[in-house]
């Protein structure tokens, strides 16, 4: 399977817990995206990455929230001490990024919920 | 900032025949990228369709087309001999054609349903 992977595919866990969801791009791909989507709403979005570069964040990321992609490769996004409002979807996407027109392909997301 | 709207929460078309989903966007530049997904129950989303916004030519693919009035800022997408796997929940989105700046804005969405 040559898609974007996302693990943990759920999550469930009590407020105030920790957690990390990683993603793994299509090969190749420099261009990493973090997107929540909440029920009933479009994907929101969160954070991007050229290569292993952190190079726009959304206001909707606040400092509990934290990204990082080491040696360009694969994305962790951590949530420090969750909330309830933090249950969504988060998905991934990534993209060749050599034209502007190059599709965003996504990943099957990590649906977390938050007791 | 650009929004994205769809106004229609839910659409339902008889297998087989014709559905089009509406879409209005708001921006004010004048160079930039539409796309239509799909998201079918509990799978990924899918890029459908895309279209230049420099480009006077609607784009299509097979049985999907998109009617695209850059004045009126309007995106509908036409599903032409609808199909039980068109069934989906389907996004308009907004994308900078500005380097750097990569982000898709998305509509709340239209669940299209089929019927058979």
């Known amino acids: 399977d040559t898609g974007v992977s996302q693990d943990p595919r759920h999550k469930i866990t009590k407020r105030g817990q920790n957690v990390t969801f990683r993603c793994d791009p299509i090969?190749?791909?420099?261009?990493l995206y973090w997107y929540r989507q909440t029920l009933g709403q479009g994907p929101e979005f969160l954070t991007y990455?050229?290569?292993?570069?952190?190079?726009?964040k959304s206001r909707l990321l606040s400092d509990r929230f934290s990204a990082e992609r080491p040696k360009g490769s694969f994305s962790t996004l951590e949530i420090q001490r969750t909330e309830q409002g933090d249950s969504a979807m988060y998905l991934c996407?990534?993209?060749?990024?050599?034209?502007?027109?190059?599709?965003?392909?996504f990943g099957p997301g990590t649906r977390l919920t938050v007791l | 900032a650009q929004t994205v709207t769809q106004s229609q929460p839910e659409m339902s078309v008889q297998e087989a025949e014709t559905v089009t989903l509406s879409c209005t966007y708001d921006?004010?530049?004048?160079?930039?990228?539409l796309f239509w997904y799909k998201q079918p129950p509990s799978r990924q989303m899918i890029l459908v369709i895309r279209?230049?916004?420099?480009?006077?030519q609607n784009a299509t693919e097979n049985r999907f087309s998109v009617n695209f009035q850059k004045a009126a800022k309007s995106f509908s997408l036409k599903i032409s001999d609808s199909q039980l796997g068109d069934a989906a929940m389907y996004f308009c989105?907004?994308?900078?054609?500005?380097?750097?700046?990569?982000?898709?804005?998305f509509g709340t969405g239209t669940r299209l349903t089929i019927i058979p």
């Open positions: 996407a990534s993209r060749f990024g050599l034209a502007i027109t190059d599709t965003q392909y």
């Open positions: 090969s190749e791909h420099n261009r």
């Open positions: 990455f050229q290569n292993e570069a952190q190079l726009e």
């Open positions: 921006t004010s530049e004048s160079d930039y990228y």
């Open positions: 279209q230049e916004a420099y480009k006077q």
């Open positions: 989105a907004y994308r900078s054609a500005d380097f750097g700046n990569e982000k898709l804005t």
